[in-house]
């Protein structure tokens, strides 16, 4: 029976667990000199002009250096990706990972407007958006101090994250990724209920997946 650190790893949905793996990895790589930061960014000119289409991917699970802001990130993405990887979409792991396919398309082409080399907190508030107008009568309590209702909370985050970088540009990327976690609530929670009648390729993954 695995015990401790192994036993809390192993009960974290599949697709969180391997989102958290590669951005801890990937931090830890920077943080070792194995890579830099500048190997790691997205930029249309360099993905695919340049020849160097790993940008695309890597783009996604750099938090920074490991720091206060990285564990604030990585803790609150991972606590509600996972809710929502056991809630809404236990057994359609397929979905999931198609919610965050057609999310992170959407943030590579709002990069370049945002002018966004990195988008994994972007990426992370996507699932946090989700949880939260899915569950619009969840009382959270912020760090003890306070107490908000779910559809406030990734506004709540989104300020928390300006005052602990202190730049609107740290909270450029969490907006973008809350705009694009409307999008996808959007499409599967309005669009696909009321105005589509049903399931569609953008709120249903392929049979391929």
Request: with cysteine; glycine share 6%; net charge neutral.
């Amino acid at each position: 029976m695995p015990v401790g650190i192994e036993a809390w790893i192993t009960q974290i949905p599949p697709i969180t667990r391997g989102w958290l793996a590669l951005s801890v990895l990937t931090s830890l790589a920077v943080q070792c000199q194995l890579v830099t930061p500048l190997q790691l960014y997205f930029s249309p000119r360099s993905a695919f002009m340049n020849a160097q289409p790993w940008r695309a991917f890597t783009t996604f699970f750099y938090f920074g250096s490991i720091s206060l802001d990285f564990v604030f990130h990585l803790f609150f993405f991972m606590r509600y990706s996972r809710m929502l990887e056991e809630s809404s979409f236990a057994n359609k792991k397929a979905d999931y990972f198609w919610l965050l396919l057609l999310s992170s398309a959407m943030l590579l082409a709002l990069s370049p407007l945002f002018n966004l080399p990195f988008l994994s907190s972007s990426l992370a508030f996507v699932p946090i958006y989700l949880w939260s107008r899915r569950h619009p009568d969840t009382p959270i309590s912020l760090f003890g101090l306070f107490t908000i209702t779910a559809p406030y909370l990734p506004i709540a985050l989104v300020a928390f994250s300006w005052v602990l970088s202190g730049t609107w540009r740290a909270a450029a990327g969490d907006l973008a990724g809350c705009l694009v976690g409307h999008v996808g609530w959007f499409l599967r929670d309005v669009w696909a209920r009321e105005m589509a009648g049903g399931s569609s390729v953008l709120s249903e993954s392929p049979a391929v997946l």
